[in-house]
Every structure is written in structure tokens, then in C-alpha cells.
């Protein structure tokens, strides 16, 4: 156990890994077995703590019984400080209530273009780094069939926007439906476009 004062190791900003809320459980079943937590604040506290999504969750479950968990940060310390978000093509802890929100945003698309990802984009706001990012995957998708068929048409006369054209009518009828399964499964889609209009602060 390291002392309440040792925060070097943690990172209350990045995503939780299942290993550290078993970490916090582990002190927290310690500490009603003490009797430093009666049994209604040892429930209370351990299903918060299987609830937390971020490590700030997590510290003041423990902050007032003088430990800290050893391997509740343990994940989060392994990453780069610097790294406050993960890269494009980075995996992304996500939830399955975020992969199914994730998948409609981009099923979505066939129903209500533009609209269901913008309004699912900002909702997510910080709160889900992976619905956030495919939130933005989809909405960048529609913004660029929108302007690529539309450019498509104005230039009919030139190959290469016929070309252009074919490619955003395919592709919105099937990538849409790709990348509603990827989202399903919990993948970092990213939709094969040649730019991105709306980019991630």
C-alpha cells in the first residue's frame, strides 16, 4: 500500500480498467473487515467504485482510510502522462452501453444524415472518449459524401469526379452498415475518406 500523500502514479483523467476497481474493491473489504466501514458505506462504496468510469472516481472512495490501492492505477500509469487522448487509430475502452450508442450514431446515418451523429457528438462531449470519437467519424463521413457528391455533379464533365461520385454513393450505402458492426464490437472505426472537416480538440 503506498501512503495517501503518493499520487505519482495516478492518473484520474484516463479510463478504468476493470483491474483497478478490483484494486480499490480489495481495500475497501479490508477496511469493513477493520470495522473502518460499517456495512451500509462498504456497499455503498464498492458498488460506486464498479460503477466508476475515471480514476478521480475512485480516490475518494479511499481517500479516508489512509491507503491507497497498489494496482489501482496500475493501467493508467503504464500510459504516457502526455497522452491525455488516444490517437486515431488507438484502441478505446469502451462499455457496451457505448458501443450500442455508438453503432446507432452511424446506422443512424441512413435515416437522419449529419443529424444523428452531430447530436451524438455533442452530447458525448468528454464524457465517452470512444462514442465521442465515432460520433465524429460518422458526422466527418456525411459532411464529405455531402460535399464529394456535390462537387461530383458540378464537375460531371471530368473523369475523376465520376469516379468520386460512384465512391461516395457506395460508400455511404455500405460503410455506414461496416462501421455500425465495428462500433458493435468495440472498434476504433475509422471510415475511408480523403478529409475530415471537424476535427477533435
Request: with cysteine; charged share 20%; hydrophobic share 50%.
Amino acid at each position: 500500500m503506498r501512503r495517501p500523500g503518493d499520487r505519482s502514479g495516478i492518473q484520474p483523467h484516463l479510463r478504468l480498467t476493470h483491474a483497478d476497481r478490483d484494486a480499490v474493491a480489495e481495500v475497501l473489504r479490508e477496511a469493513y473487515s477493520h470495522g473502518q466501514l460499517d456495512e451500509d458505506e462498504f456497499e455503498e462504496r464498492l458498488d460506486a467504485a464498479m460503477r466508476a468510469k475515471v480514476g478521480a472516481e475512485l480516490e475518494p472512495l479511499t481517500a479516508d482510510l489512509g491507503v491507497v490501492p497498489p494496482g489501482a492505477t496500475a493501467g493508467a500509469a503504464a500510459a504516457p502522462a502526455a497522452k491525455d487522448r488516444p490517437g486515431p487509430k488507438d484502441p478505446i475502452e469502451s462499455t457496451s452501453t457505448e458501443r450500442v450508442l455508438a453503432g446507432a450514431g452511424h446506422a443512424g446515418n441512413y435515416f437522419f444524415p449529419v443529424i444523428a451523429p452531430l447530436l451524438l457528438f455533442l452530447v458525448s462531449d468528454r464524457a465517452s472518449p470512444y462514442l465521442r470519437r465515432q460520433a465524429l467519424e460518422s458526422l466527418n463521413f456525411q459532411l464529405f459524401c455531402i460535399i464529394g457528391g456535390i462537387a461530383s455533379v458540378l464537375l460531371a464533365w471530368l473523369v475523376l469526379p465520376i469516379a468520386l461520385l460512384v465512391y461516395v454513393v457506395v460508400g455511404w450505402m455500405v460503410l455506414p452498415a461496416v462501421a455500425t458492426v465495428a462500433s458493435l464490437l468495440g472498434r476504433n472505426w475509422r471510415y475511408p475518406m480523403f478529409f475530415r472537416l471537424v476535427k477533435d480538440d
